[in-house]
C-alpha cells in the first residue's frame, strides 16, 4: 500500500474540511476522500485519534 499522503497533510486536510464545515463523519470521508480515509488510518489507530491529533494542532 502506499501512502500519498504524509502525517501532516493528513491532519491539514482534515482542518480544512473542518473550517470548510464539511462532514467529519466516518462514512462520509470513506465516500467521498477515500484517499485521506485510508492515509489517516496508517498513521493514526483510529479515524477518532486523526480528529483529536487535528484539533491539537
Not at 501512502?3 to 486536510?13: A, F, K, Q, S
Amino acid at each position: 500500500m502506499e501512502n500519498t499522503l504524509g502525517p501532516d497533510e493528513v491532519l491539514r486536510r482534515i482542518n480544512k474540511m473542518r473550517t470548510a464545515g464539511g462532514s467529519l463523519s466516518k462514512k462520509y470521508v470513506k465516500q467521498y476522500d477515500p484517499e485521506l480515509m485510508k492515509n489517516a488510518l496508517f498513521y493514526f489507530p483510529s479515524w477518532d485519534h486523526a480528529l483529536k491529533n487535528a484539533e491539537d494542532l
